[in-house]
């Protein structure tokens, strides 16, 4: 597949220290220096941005982006243009993703030939970053929910803490949990017991804002991190749960309900102080419910 896209200015920032010139192409030595710069790293975007460098010797362009499925990658700078020239990037039969120039003329012969070369150089470094990135998701996310693991969230909870003690920014933690959650595993067994928890993580993510981030700790405990949070925050966000929770067909066929435990950051808060306030007040929250259970 072939589309086009293309720009006017050329960024001098790309023009620096070629690799390639006009009559390397087809010389061994030049793509190797190449292949051997764009194997320094594994992160998508740097790789993306040391690829353009050298593309920005050739073509005159102003944008590149590499996207797939799982990834939307774009050069530092980009900007849009007249045309859009795309080209799938394929390794044994596999689409890595696509490929995208912004150009502000129309792609020549020759061009179009050069950067068929330069991409023969890309594949496989690109290829490893996307095996490397997946690797990472897989071993930070839980593989029944999607929602980050537990090492997850003790990397992310202390990256949110430092952040709002230095831009002095409210951070709200919530942990919940599903009540009586053993019992729908041993009613019903454990293939509902996993819809429930499926059905409970789509609750939780439709009453956060994009901003705020989900764990599933282990079992049916999970905990929500919200950052740049205001003083009703919290409690807007436990309103939204027991209530998308209630318009879940699913979850109200098994009568689920769930406690919650909710604090703020305070000052002198180290990670281990956060959590376990959070935690005492779900197992308040817990007590309570059953108190209130044993009254009627």
Do not use: W
């Not at 710069?37 to 050739?58: F, P, R």
């Amino acid at each position: 597949m072939q589309t086009l896209n293309i720009l006017d200015s050329q960024f001098t920032e790309f023009n620096d220290h070629p690799v390639f010139h006009a009559s390397h192409f087809g010389n061994t030595k030049y793509g190797l220096v190449l292949l051997e710069q764009l194997q320094t790293s594994l992160d998508l975007e740097k790789i993306i941005n040391m690829y353009a460098m050298e593309v920005g010797n050739h073509i005159d362009f102003s944008g590149l982006s590499f996207q797939n499925k799982h990834v939307n990658i774009t050069m530092r700078g980009s900007r849009i243009a007249k045309h859009t020239h795309n080209f799938d990037l394929t390794i044994n039969n596999k689409c890595l993703g696509i490929l995208t120039y912004n150009i502000d003329t129309r792609l020549s012969t020759v061009n179009d030939k050069i950067l068929n070369e330069l991409q023969q150089y890309l594949v496989h470094p690109l290829n490893n970053a996307l095996v490397y990135q997946q690797a990472i998701k897989l071993a930070m996310h839980d593989g029944l929910t999607g929602l980050g693991n537990r090492r997850y969230f003790d990397e992310q909870l202390t990256r949110a803490m430092n952040q709002g003690k230095r831009h002095k920014n409210k951070v709200g933690l919530i942990i919940c949990d599903l009540d009586k959650f053993k019992a729908i595993n041993d009613t019903f067994g454990h293939h509902v017991g996993d819809d429930v928890l499926i059905h409970f993580s789509d609750a939780l993510r439709s009453s956060i804002r994009d901003s705020d981030s989900i764990f599933r700790l282990g079992g049916d405990e999970f905990s929500l991190l919200v950052e740049a949070a205001s003083e009703l925050s919290l409690s807007l966000i436990g309103r939204r749960i027991l209530q998308s929770i209630a318009n879940d067909e699913f979850l109200s066929q098994y009568n689920i309900s769930c406690s919650l435990g909710m604090t703020y950051m305070e000052r002198t808060d180290c990670k281990n102080s956060f959590f376990e306030r959070a935690d005492n007040n779900l197992y308040q929250d817990k007590a309570a419910e059953r108190k209130k259970l044993m009254l009627v």
